[in-house]
């Protein structure tokens, strides 16, 4: 099996900073991109920031300048460390990771449980 597990998450105030983490564990041969999404309350899940295996960054445009993707690919673990947080950044932020598992020998894409961001103002 596989596991994605986020942390870091919590209540800050607006203009403060948050670092969320994600590891992957379980069954797996190879990871290939990471990334970072999220869903505030009554909306869609949104794209926040990817990562490539290469460190190749993507952010949406509400966020860039404000929060940085990175990776760990030792640990198998991506962060993202969110800063100048503003009352709309409030959501349950996941990660997922592209990955091949091995007793399946196939590639698929795996979603952590969500972590919850609050930002007051």
């Known amino acids: 099996q596989v596991q994605l597990v986020e942390s870091g998450g919590g209540l800050v105030q607006a203009g403060g900073s948050l670092e969320l983490s994600c590891a992957a564990s379980?069954?797996?041969?190879?990871?290939?991109?990471m990334g970072w999404y999220r869903q505030a309350p009554g909306k869609q899940r949104e794209l926040v920031a990817t990562i490539t295996t290469g460190g190749t960054s993507n952010y949406a445009d509400s966020v860039k300048g404000r929060f940085t993707i990175s990776r760990d690919n030792a640990k198998k673990t991506v962060y993202l460390q969110m800063n100048s947080l503003k009352p709309e950044d409030t959501a349950v932020y996941y990660c997922?990771?592209?990955?091949?598992?091995?007793?399946?020998?196939?590639?698929?894409?795996?979603w952590g449980q969500g972590t919850q961001v609050t930002v007051s103002s």
């Open positions: 379980g069954t797996i041969f190879s990871v290939n991109a």
């Open positions: 997922n990771a592209d990955l091949f598992e091995s007793r399946s020998a196939l590639w698929n894409t795996y």
